[in-house]
């Protein structure tokens, strides 16, 4: 398989402030962005290194995806350190909040935890869970 088969969908109460601040802040590219006809996001596709995440507006009524809000965690595979690095001054520059300060993990990524201004978590680091494994870490 050659392309992604698991994509993260989460509501936000405003979605358009959101793909703003993920654009601004992180680099996303509005891969797809569908007005709702009311002011908000019907639903909207964000890439970031040929990766996906979907959301959109919160619906206001019975709807199981509103429980998404503020309580999405997203792990996003950096190309190398200074790219950690620059994306963790873009979020201290953004004023977000640094859950995890920069760190080298036990697992050997180079990585920090942040959250949006919705409240989702986005952890950047440079472990690749797809990446090969050498002989010694199987």
């Known amino acids: 398989m050659t392309h992604q088969t698991i994509v993260p ?3 936000a ?5 959101l793909i703003d601040w993920l654009r601004d802040t992180f680099g996303f590219a ?5 007005p709702d006809g009311e002011g908000g996001i019907a639903h909207a596709q964000l890439e ?3 990766s996906l995440v979907m959301l959109g507006s919160a619906r206001g009524h019975a709807d199981f995806m509103d429980v ?3 309580r999405a965690s997203l792990s996003l595979t950096a190309e190398s350190a200074e790219q ?3 994306l963790y001054r873009r979020a201290q520059d953004a004023g977000a909040p640094i859950v995890t300060p920069l760190e080298e993990t036990e697992y050997g990524s180079h990585a920090f935890t942040t959250q949006d201004p919705e409240g989702n978590f986005w952890h950047f680091g440079t472990y690749d869970p797809l ?6 870490e199987s």
Not at 30 to 34: D, F, I, K, P, T
Not at 131 to 136: C, F
């Open 30 to 34: 509005e891969h797809l962005v569908v």
């Open 9 to 11: 969908a989460f509501r």
């Open 48 to 50: 970031w290194r040929g």
């Open 68 to 70: 998404t809000i503020g």
């Open 84 to 86: 950690v690095d620059d």
């Open 131 to 136: 990446a090969p494994m050498t002989e010694q």
């Open 13 to 17: 109460n405003d979605a358009q402030a």
